[in-house]
């Protein structure tokens, strides 16, 4: 026998009366705490002030502690050196690929000094990978599980669900949008929490397009840190600009959501420590190994002349329309198979720092890594070919308006 | 013989999964934070029997992509047995979904979870009517700290389709019911 709605709920409520005894309820701390951090009055700066943290730790474990104060050292002063001395072949194709391409000064082979430069498989693809993104990434997920565990993330998902529903999502969007900060990848699955295909639509192509990963958040930690806060600026207003704009052409509702606020919960140390050791251990079990091929790959169109020549042929377009250096071509290659790595390559070319700017949000926006990408084709091939068409949209126009924006302010 | 887990988002069906198998999927205090199904092993009397975590869903009248999933992996496997996890402090709607899976003929055992909390908020189930009144096993457990897991698998066993009619019938007896005086 089956039962309509109103006759289950009938019978709910009388199983309910009979097996359920409601106690006086005491006010508990844990619910003082939870409607402090809700309501946006006391709400909204205690999550500016949560956030805040978040990164300060962010940046000062992964950037100040572990890769300036250890990996740095060990790399540049004892594993770059080490390799170049013992590794046969100087100057030959497998040494450049695999220890250091160097450069010629004079008609002369000079060593590179530094893992950023070297950009052999062994040294700055090894650097990159442990070096740099590996505490990023731990430090990223630790913070991030905590979050979670505690259950502060749906009461973010609250505080901004106004500003949300502007650009045709809602409070809950938040979810994938930090995910996406951690790796787009599982960003792109947790998008199937919203209800509709337009919300789905723009939330994967607005993650796809402008949230960076961990990995290229500690990248830019670390090879342009004064320029961090200005990249992300612009990410985050063309998450909204292009959102908003999102919003009114895409097809499609985007309903209101009851938002089910848990209550807080001490986070167990045991969840806490699987869970971070599952993300961190996926991350990299599809990162490192791409990290590797980019060097690789990127090592070997330099030497068959293959970047030079669509540098030349980009020329145009990239000096002309984005403002900055066509040598940035390489780095656009392989941003598609790690944008962590395409950073760690643009900061060796020479440029002014608004062009490093430029180049850094145009690796950021243009095409998403190439896992992203194969997890979006998995979610829909038609919402990957709109996707790919916005994004295509994006990266001219707000490539364009970035440099527009620079020679307004005469710095580009 | 497989086994489903299912009940609302966020009430512990992937710790459940986690402590049954001993899988690792992502646990979080959020709804919505397995999408996906999973699959995983667990032995019961000395044979592998799978266990799945399914998506979090309200009804079986599915809102998002998630609880399609959800709804999807019950009406493809007929003969599975149900544990619904329910919120020991939301009993109400948890029950709602429990009756649907119910009056779809499976097999459920009632899993009133964070047993915890509702103690901490005054809430007081009666187990043993209630699964008198249901015909269902229920049990109460408090996942995250492994307590009444295994009384889970123990019960297993009493899990049997029931007609939603005998539940009404019953309740229509206990309306009536003169030695308790309650009506």
């Given at each position: 026998m089956k039962l309509n709605p109103d006759e289950r709920w009938d019978l709910i409520d009388s199983i309910a009366r009979h097996v359920v005894t409601y106690g006086e309820y005491r006010h508990t701390l844990k619910d003082a705490i939870g409607e402090l951090t809700v309501k946006p009055m006391t709400g909204l700066p205690i999550a500016i002030a949560v956030m805040y943290c978040f990164w300060s730790v962010f940046g000062s474990f992964?950037?100040?502690?572990?890769?300036?104060?250890f990996f740095v050292k060990l790399f540049d002063g004892y594993w770059l050196p080490w390799l170049q001395e013992v590794f046969?072949?100087?100057?030959?194709w497998i040494y450049s690929i695999l220890i250091d391409a160097g450069g010629m000064t004079n008609g002369e082979f000079i060593l590179s000094d530094n893992c950023f430069e070297a950009f052999g498989v062994l040294t700055s693809g090894l650097f990159v990978a442990i070096g740099v993104v590996l505490p990023a990434i731990v430090i990223f997920y630790l913070m991030l599980t905590l979050l979670e565990d505690i259950g502060y993330m749906p009461r973010l998902a609250v505080l901004i669900d106004t500003v949300l529903h502007k650009i045709?999502?809602?409070?809950?969007?938040i979810v994938p949008t930090i995910l996406s900060l951690g790796c787009n990848v599982p960003a792109v699955t947790a998008?199937?929490?919203?209800?509709t295909r337009k919300q789905r639509f723009i939330m994967m192509t607005l993650l796809a397009i402008f949230i960076p990963c961990g990995a290229q958040l500690g990248i830019m930690e670390e090879v342009i840190p004064d320029l961090i806060g200005y990249v992300l600026l612009y990410l985050v207003i063309g998450y909204f600009i292009f959102g908003f704009i999102l919003n009114r052409i895409v097809p499609g509702k985007s309903p209101e959501i009851l938002i089910d606020v848990p209550q807080y919960q001490k986070p167990m140390m045991t969840n806490v420590r699987r869970k971070l050791w599952m993300r961190v251990s996926s991350f990299f079990k599809v990162a490192v190994p791409f990290v590797l091929l980019g060097c690789v790959v990127v090592n070997v169109l330099y030497l068959v002349g293959f970047i030079q020549w669509l540098g030349d042929l980009l020329a145009p377009v990239f000096v002309?329309?984005?403002?900055?250096?066509?040598?940035t071509a390489g780095p656009l290659i392989a941003a598609f198979l790690r944008k962590d790595l395409a950073v760690a390559q643009l900061s060796?070319?020479?440029?002014?720092q608004y062009q490093m700017l430029s180049a850094v949000v145009l690796v950021s926006i243009y095409f998403p890594c190439v896992a992203t990408f194969a997890m979006m084709l998995k979610e829909g091939w038609k919402e990957l070919i709109g996707s790919v068409a916005v994004l295509t949209v994006v990266v001219f126009l707000y490539g364009g308006i970035i440099h527009l924006i620079g020679k307004l302010l005469g710095v580009a | 013989m497989k086994i489903l887990l299912m009940?609302?988002?966020?009430?512990g069906k992937s710790v459940f999964f986690n402590r049954l198998t001993g899988a690792n999927v992502i646990e979080s205090n959020?709804?919505?934070?397995?999408v996906d199904y999973t699959r995983g092993y667990m032995s019961l009397d000395g044979k592998e029997v799978e266990v799945v975590d399914v998506p979090g869903t309200f009804?079986?009248?599915?809102?998002d992509r998630a609880e399609e999933v959800a709804v999807a992996m019950l009406k493809e496997a007929k003969d599975a047995y149900v544990i619904?996890?329910?919120?020991s402090s939301k009993l109400e709607r948890g029950l709602y979904l429990a009756l649907q899976i119910m009056e779809e003929g499976y097999s459920v055992i009632i899993a009133l979870n964070m047993d915890d909390v509702a103690e901490d908020k005054n809430i007081k189930i009666d187990n043993q009517k209630l699964e008198q009144v249901l015909g269902v096993p229920v049990v109460s457990t408090i996942a995250i700290e492994n307590i009444g897991i295994s009384k889970v698998i123990s019960r297993l066993k009493d899990a049997k389709p029931v007609d939603v009619e005998d539940i009404t019938v019953m309740r229509a007896g206990m309306n009536h019911c003169g030695r308790c005086g309650r009506t």
């Open positions: 992964a950037g100040t502690l572990c890769t300036d104060g046969p072949g100087k100057g030959g045709g999502l809602h409070g809950y969007a998008t199937r929490i919203l209800e002309g329309w984005f403002g900055v250096p066509k040598e060796v070319i020479e440029m002014t | 009940g609302h988002p966020n009430v959020y709804s919505g934070t397995t009804s079986l009248d599915p809102k619904c996890v329910i919120d």
